[in-house]
Nanobody, 127 residues
Framework: QVQLVESGGGSVQAGGSLRLSCVAS????????LAWFRQAPGKEREFVAA???????????DYAGSVKARFTISRDNAKNTVYLQMNSLKPEDTAVYYC?????????????????WGQGTQVTVSS
């Protein structure tokens, strides 16, 4: 069982930055793939980025407003923490951001493949 707790959300103006953190319970953190998803009001939850247990494989969404050029996912296995550094934020990045985990086999962007979810943290970007 893995418990995930996100933090770092907030309200910023367009062009600003935020760093989200997600701390996981358990002693086998490095065996889990971690991902960030987001959900805007009235929209489906969408994939943002994922990172393998070792950190050696990283995926970013191919759409969702050029996230790859602005967001960076990373992890610190010694701290059981995954991060999402978000720069040059845009109003369309406004959403609840969720951390997700799954036992590492093959890194995936599909939300149904993730077994464990955090409670989410709100990110609001104003123009």
């Amino acid at each position: 069982q893995v418990q995930l707790v996100e933090s770092g959300g907030g309200s910023v103006q367009a062009g600003g930055s935020l760093r989200l953190s997600c701390v996981a319970s358990g002693r086998t953190f490095r065996n889990y793939d971690l991902a960030w998803f987001r959900q805007a009001p009235g929209k489906e939850r969408e994939f943002v980025a994922a990172i393998s247990g070792s950190g050696g494989i990283i995926y970013y969404t191919d759409y969702a407003g050029s996230v790859k050029a602005r967001f960076t996912i990373s992890r610190d296995n010694a701290k059981n923490t995954v991060y999402l550094q978000m720069n040059s934020l845009k109003p369309e990045d406004t959403a609840v951001y969720y951390c997700a985990a799954r036992w590492g086999t093959a890194l995936t962007a599909k939300k149904d493949d993730y077994n464990y979810w955090g409670q989410g943290t709100q990110v609001t970007v104003s123009s």
